[in-house]
Nanobody, 118 residues
Framework: QVQLVESGGGLVQAGGSLRLSCAAS????????MGWYRQAPGKERELVAGITRGGFTNYADSVKGRFSISRDNAKNTVYLQMNSLEPEDTAVYYC????????????WGQGTQVTVSS
């Protein structure tokens, strides 16, 4: 059974930092494409950052230069370091693992709330 457990969210002032963690079980993060998504009230869920099996990363334009995705293979955990936070970053952040093809799967964590005050 695959489980993704996010932690690290909270309330922070604009300009502050948070680090989100996604602890995985049932899958190996280094063998998968892992992503962080967010959903703000009244908006669709959007991709924030992703990391491939080879370690390549990609980011939404709105967070480039401020957010960084990484993983710790020994801990089977993916991180999202968020710096220079803005009120517009306020959302529920979700961890995702997805595989396409014949043995496809798509799992989500429960989400962690990030609130940035101005």
């Amino acid at each position: 059974q695959v489980q993704l457990v996010e932690s690290g969210g909270g309330l922070v002032q604009a300009g502050g930092s948070l680090r989100l963690s996604c602890a995985a079980s049932g899958i190996i993060v280094s063998n998968n494409v892992m992503g962080w998504y967010r959903q703000a009230p009244g908006k669709e869920r959007e991709l924030v950052a992703g990391i491939t099996r080879g370690g390549f990363t990609n980011y939404a334009d709105s967070v480039k230069g401020r957010f960084s995705i990484s993983r710790d293979n020994a801990k089977n955990t993916v991180y999202l370091q968020m710096n220079s936070l803005e009120p517009e970053d306020t959302a529920v952040y979700y961890c995702n693992v997805r595989r396409t093809g014949p043995l496809s799967y798509d799992y989500w964590g429960q989400g962690t709330q990030v609130t940035v005050s101005s």
